[in-house]
């Protein structure tokens, strides 16, 4: 069985990453990019659907592990009775092949170590043909192509190479993993410590370029890092997981394909990349998002794949089982064809947002938003999926209502403040209009708060953003009540759910419940910041900063009666919610952020 899912840490070259546990097991690895077929995936079943564990021949957890300083290189080392070793876990950054480097290093005594791999290509289901020549390894089936270089003699029965070694301090023993289309050469390998060297480098020269002065340091430091590891380097899409199919509920069905770019993530991803100086970063996510979203309007999607693509179709992999029996296992992802209103308005306000930083401009923006107004002016009334991809009915909900009244509202900024071209004069009657609609249909009087959609009993975790859009003003007392509702009603043992998935008769039309969502969590720290409870907001953020795993991971979702990470990991919003709340409450936001979280009044009293 998979360890649990805080038990992993991540490594990764810009292209796809690898998750490796406390027992120094790679259970997860997409080659030759994130999207494509695991060749290791007993995240999803067991060591038969590819793993491969390096570590001391009795197999425990280890003592400790970290990443080497503010880089990507995991190091995980055992304390025995027979000594002390380390391992060292890399991907260096791509140039060529995908290059998985392992380093056994011996810190005091001898210990016993054993490797046992077993590559299966076709997410668990293909396992290759291997070809040992001394210490090293091939294996091929179909399009795929892997060489396993390694400094002891390897041993290979029923698809299983494996070794057992010994190595005593100050020794090095490497393994270097290094994958290929079938149909190419085999690649020369590199030289382990090289590559170790390499990629130290690498993060410690990127990480250079970080502008943050705020306060939680370390752990804005590592979201970032963990941001850029999940960006597809070849084209600036950030994929919000690494994952697939991790369940928001232990056994049941819930279980989802994060390995692509969602277009909602555009505004906050730009927000903690603008505003930690990563102009590059920021730049590459702009212009992937005009890419994908060129093209009919009518047929923007929520989420795109890694190189831009729109067919997403989704299936299951019936041959594994899921993490702890959550099936189905999905591949692609059929939410991909909803229609969620307010990516229009994501959308309007990244590229609003990326103008107002003064991001290098380019010629094709306004034609494309100019296109994408006019399909939201003839279909912002309609009703929607919603932003939490449900598979129930459509509903006005109240959230993708707000995000076209941002649309509108970014694209009365653009004339003004910018000097583009464009029929203000509709768009602001426009925009007045759907904040009318809003305030009139998506509020409750008798309970003083916006509802989930128009007529609803339920709440959203969504309406803690009407206020940083613009929506209304912090101090404005239908914002207080909302957030205070959403507070009382949505959290379970200090953080915050989605939405109530009884609420309204079930809205999102599937069985079973799930966890607490971490980026809603952090967006009520905003929230709380916002209207003036900043001690509160301060304590919430602390919380939040202790269920990261021993890494500084945080996954999509926890569960709030016992802690464990639930969902896709590493999750990419909820890394993103941490620095951006963490560069509210430090007060470090630009002055010209949209999405600013500025409070109400300084303190209160009442704490």
Same mark, same amino acid.
């Given at each position: ?48 659907? #590819? ?152 993060? =410690? ?84 998002? &005009?890419?994908?979203?060129? #093209? ?25 089982? /899921? ?188 069985? /079973? ?18 209207? /003036? ?6 304590? &919430?953020?602390?919380?939040?900063? /202790? ?29 993103? #919610?941490?620095? =951006? ?27």
């Amino acid at each position: 069985m998979a360890s649990r899912i805080e038990d992993y840490g991540m490594i990764g070259d810009l292209h796809t990453a690898a998750l490796v546990d406390a027992h120094g097991s790679i259970d997860w690895l997409c080659l030759p990019r994130f999207d494509s077929p695991a060749c290791f995936a007993a995240l999803l079943g067991d060591e038969e659907n #590819g793993s491969w564990r390096l570590g001391p021949a009795t197999g425990e957890r280890c003592t400790r592990r970290r990443y080497r300083g503010d880089t990507l290189i995991l190091e995980t080392e055992w304390d025995t009775p027979d000594g002390s070793v380390r391992v060292s876990d890399a991907m260096p950054p791509r140039d060529g092949a995908a290059d998985l480097v392992r380093v056994v290093e011996g810190l005091t005594g001898s210990v016993p170590m054993r490797t046992v791999m077993r590559l299966r290509f076709g997410y668990g289901r293909v396992e290759p043909w291997l070809r040992r020549r001394g210490t090293d390894l091939a294996a091929i089936a179909g399009p795929d192509a892997a060489w396993l270089d390694a400094d002891v003699p390897l041993a290979v029965q029923d698809g299983t190479a494996s070794a057992d070694f010994t190595v005593a301090a100050g020794e090095r023993v490497a393994f270097t993993l290094i994958h290929e289309l079938s149909h190419l050469d085999r690649p020369r390998p590199p030289d382990p410590q090289r590559a170790l060297a390499h990629t130290e480098a690498f993060w =410690n020269d990127w990480i250079g370029g970080l502008r943050y002065e705020g306060e939680w340091d370390e752990a804005v430091r590592r979201s970032l890092i963990t941001l850029k590891a999940l960006a597809y380097e070849p084209t600036g899409g950030i994929a919000a997981a690494a994952t697939t199919s991790l369940p928001e509920d232990l056994g049941g069905v819930r279980n989802w394909d994060y390995r692509f770019c969602w277009l909602r993530d555009a505004a906050f991803v730009l927000q903690s990349l603008l505003g930690t100086g990563f102009m590059d970063e920021a730049a590459a996510w702009r212009q992937w998002l &005009l890419r994908a979203a060129a #093209g009919d309007p009518a047929e923007l999607q929520i989420m795109y794949g890694l190189d831009g693509r729109h067919w997403l179709p989704e299936h299951d992999l019936h041959w594994l089982p /899921g993490y702890e029996g959550s099936a189905p296992v999905r591949v692609g992802n059929a939410a991909s064809g909803q229609f969620q209103l307010d990516v229009w308005g994501e959308t309007l306000d990244a590229l609003h947002l990326a103008r107002a930083a003064e991001v290098e401009p380019d010629e094709s923006a306004w034609d494309l938003q100019l296109a994408l107004l006019r399909f939201l002016e003839r279909h912002w009334a309609d009703p929607d999926d919603g932003l939490w991809e449900i598979r129930g009915a459509r509903r006005h909900f109240v959230h993708s209502k707000v995000m076209a009244w941002a649309a509108f509202d970014r694209a009365v900024q653009a004339v003004e403040r910018f000097g583009l071209s464009g029929p203000v004069e509709r768009w602001r009657e426009l925009r007045d209009r759907v904040h009318a609609e809003v305030c009139e249909r998506g509020f409750d009087a008798d309970r003083g708060t916006f509802t989930q959609f128009y007529g609803s009993k339920g709440l959203d975790a969504a309406l803690l953003l009407l206020p940083q859009v613009g929506f209304l003003p912090w101090d404005d007392p239908r914002v207080v009540g909302t957030v205070e509702a959403v507070q009382e009603e949505l959290t379970r043992d200090g953080f915050l759910l989605r939405y109530d998935v009884t609420a309204d008769g079930g809205v999102d039309g599937l069985p /079973g419940d799930e966890g607490v969502f971490v980026a809603c969590t952090f967006w009520l720290v905003d929230a709380l910041q916002g209207i /003036g409870r900043g001690r509160e907001a301060r304590e &919430l953020f602390e919380r939040l900063l /202790g269920v990261r795993n021993d890494l500084g991971l945080l996954s999509e979702e926890l569960d709030p009666a016992t802690g464990r990470h639930l969902g896709n990991t590493p999750q990419a919003y909820s890394h993103v #919610g941490l620095v =951006n709340a963490a560069r509210h409450l430090s007060g470090a936001h630009p002055a010209e952020e949209p999405h600013a979280v500025r409070p109400a009044r300084e303190t209160d009293e009442r704490e």
